[in-house]
């Protein structure tokens, strides 16, 4: 069985104020809409699952008011090029995406950070945390 999922984390910003409630849990919902979303354009690489390779890429990606990602950009990887480029083309297929509430926009975008990690045991899908600045 094969394994790959999604965790995302807001990049804020260190002088963003502290969200009431209701905007954090407007933002919760967001974020697990946003996961949902992307989760139906991931996908394990054929080739990489039939070497019974495993690895995690962390991507930033920008999407504007509306959902469209402006710019995606590889952070780290490890593992094969081959989960590089399964995540940097799942993200233009999964354009547009749910759109931010606007808690969370700076300058119409918001900044997301998000570790794919493709695994093939069910032990490894907890490796990987969210980061956020």
């Excluded at 809409?33 to 920008?62: D, M, S």
């Excluded at 590889?74 to 081959?82: D, P």
């Excluded at 590089?84 to 119409?108: N, T």
């Amino acid at each position: 069985m094969k394994y790959c999922w999604i965790a995302l984390a807001l990049l804020l910003g260190a002088c963003a104020r502290t969200p009431s409630p209701e905007q954090l849990a407007e933002q919760q919902l967001w974020e697990q809409q946003l996961i949902t979303h992307i989760h139906l354009f991931k996908f394990y690489p054929a080739n990489a699952q039939a070497q019974g390779l495993e690895g995690q890429v962390n991507i930033e990606f920008i999407i504007d008011a509306h959902g469209n990602l402006l710019r995606q950009r590889v952070i780290s990887h490890s593992g094969s090029e081959l989960f590089v480029a399964a995540v940097q083309a799942s993200l233009p297929a999964a354009s547009p995406m749910p759109a931010p509430p606007a808690s969370v926009l700076k300058d119409g975008e918001v900044e997301v950070r998000a570790p794919f990690v493709f695994c093939l045991t069910p032990s490894c899908a907890g490796q990987a945390k969210p980061q956020s600045d």
